[in-house]
């Protein structure tokens, strides 16, 4: 069925029968069996995430899980999805510190109702090798997709889909800066985490093509599905003046080149200004994300010129490595 032109509400109802058949009944067997049996009720996931993506934006899988192609966009184009799962993770009480499954409400030692809920997942990028980093922007887009209960109405899950171009300056540098700053000065070389709503996310430029949240009694109220002209996810960069990836040099250099007037040279007014001066440029939003990119990332990989792969080249100059 994926490939025949649908109407959106006819993708929707399948989206929604997807999640109804692979995940909510899924997770009520799951849940039922780990109340009795204590083991983690988490499923596999990403297989799922897989599935629905291929539903929202109509592209067949590769018909492997983890080998080949996630999404086939075309003759010579494919996708790469990444899952999230931020529900069902393991908690704690905050009285006792006793471990609580998600299925339990209250802590099974000393029965308090003040219990932490984890939500500290995030999307695993692997680069083992130096072959896994040129392979990083060959994918013609990346999904990113969450599952996470919503903040307001904590028993309702909220499931989002995010495109990324993976070759936009945000992803392809930041990949850059993981495998030459990161990766090869660790002992571990566990994959990049990218966390969600985080300021490295938000330099990818994410466009939200999918939202939906599971309703306590399991009925699912779709809030988005592939808008017509979708845009990159517009941020307030002020909400993001605790990340460490941000500093005084980069805010200066990006706010020089769009010409943003300042007067103090703090995190805290910079970032303000910024926000304020793209609230009356939003066209220049996205080449504004991109420049940003630039004056983070640039001067930590500038060092490694030599050694970059080539296809990055088409992304970054090699004049702005000098």
Not at 10 to 21: C, G, P, R
Not at 265 to 286: A, G
Request: proline fraction near 3%; hydrophobic fraction near 35%; aromatic fraction near 12%.
């Amino acid at each position: 069925m994926i490939g025949v032109v649908l109407m959106d509400n006819e993708k929707i109802e399948l989206a929604n029968m997807l999640i109804n058949d692979l995940y909510l009944d899924l997770r009520r067997k799951v849940n039922y069996w780990s109340d009795i049996t204590k083991q983690t009720p988490q499923a596999k996931m990403g297989y799922i995430g897989q599935h629905l993506v291929s539903i929202v934006t109509g592209f067949s899988g590769g018909k492997s899980g983890a080998r080949g192609y996630d999404l086939i966009i075309s003759n010579t184009e494919y996708g790469e999805i990444k899952t999230c799962y931020r529900v069902d993770q393991l908690g704690k009480c905050n009285d006792c510190n006793n471990v609580v499954s998600a299925v339990e409400t209250k802590c099974s030692v000393c029965e308090s109702e003040n219990i932490k809920r984890n939500d500290d997942s995030k999307w695993l990028l692997t680069i083992k090798k130096y072959e896994d980093l040129e392979k990083m922007i060959e994918p013609l887009n990346y999904y990113f997709v969450l599952f996470e209960f919503d903040k307001v109405n904590i028993n309702d899950i909220v499931i989002d889909i995010w495109e990324v171009d993976s070759k936009c300056n945000g992803f392809a540098l930041c990949m850059l800066d993981y495998y030459f700053n990161i990766r090869e000065n660790s002992s571990s070389k566990a994959p990049f985490n990218m966390w969600p709503h985080q300021f490295k996310f938000a330099l990818t430029r994410p466009v939200k093509i999918y939202e939906s949240i599971i309703k306590e009694d399991n009925s699912i109220d779709t809030k988005l599905f592939m808008p017509e002209n979708p845009k990159a996810d517009r941020v307030k960069f002020h909400d993001f003046v605790n990340a460490t990836t941000i500093n005084i040099d980069s805010l200066i250099d990006v706010m020089t080149k769009f010409g943003i007037e300042y007067t103090v040279l703090e995190k805290n007014d910079l970032l303000n200004k910024i926000d304020e001066w793209l609230v009356e440029h939003d066209d220049e939003y996205e080449n504004f994300v991109d420049e940003f990119a630039n004056s983070i990332y640039i001067p930590l990989i500038k060092k490694f010129k030599d050694n970059i792969p080539d296809n990055y080249f088409n992304i970054i100059k090699k004049e702005d490595l000098n």
